[in-house]
C-alpha cells in the first residue's frame, strides 16, 4: 500500500481554478484541489479556496470536512450558518444546498462517499 502524507506548508498545490461565474455571488473566489485518494466511490484531500461567496450542491454524494485554517460560513438555504474556522468539523449530508462565504483564505480536508 502506498501511503500519500502532505502537510499545509509543503503541498505542492495545483493551479487554482476560478469559480464558475454562475455560481459566484461575490468576489471572484478561485479554489485548488489536492487529491490524496480516490476510487469509484470515494474521494478524500485537501481542498484550498480564496475569498468570496459561492453557491453549492451535494447532489449523489456526501462529504466529511475538517477545516484546517483560514474562515468563512457554511449558510444552508434554510438559512442555518455554521461558522467555519481552524478545527471545526461538519458532515453535510447528500442533497445539502446553500453557500460557501470565505472571508479569509481558507483550506479544508475533505471525503467526499458517492451515494451510488
Known amino acids: 500500500?502506498?501511503?500519500?502524507?502532505?502537510?499545509?506548508?509543503?503541498?505542492?498545490?495545483?493551479k487554482k481554478v476560478a469559480i464558475s461565474p454562475e455560481r459566484v455571488i461575490s468576489g471572484s473566489p478561485?479554489?485548488?484541489?489536492f487529491v490524496l485518494y480516490r476510487d469509484s466511490r470515494t474521494e478524500a484531500g485537501l481542498w484550498k479556496v480564496e475569498p468570496g461567496e459561492f453557491t453549492t450542491r451535494l447532489t449523489g454524494y456526501r462529504e466529511f470536512i475538517h477545516i484546517v485554517e483560514g474562515a468563512g460560513q457554511?449558510?444552508?438555504?434554510?438559512?442555518?450558518?455554521?461558522?467555519?474556522?481552524?478545527?471545526?468539523?461538519?458532515?453535510?449530508p447528500e442533497g445539502w444546498a446553500g453557500r460557501w462565504r470565505i472571508t479569509a483564505p481558507l483550506v479544508k480536508s475533505y471525503s467526499i462517499v458517492s451515494q451510488y
Open 74 to 92: 457554511l449558510i444552508h438555504d434554510d438559512g442555518e450558518t455554521i461558522d467555519l474556522r481552524a478545527g471545526t468539523v461538519v458532515a453535510l
Open 1 to 14: 500500500m502506498t501511503n500519500v502524507v502532505a502537510t499545509i506548508a509543503t503541498v505542492q498545490w495545483p
Open 30 to 33: 478561485s479554489a485548488s484541489t
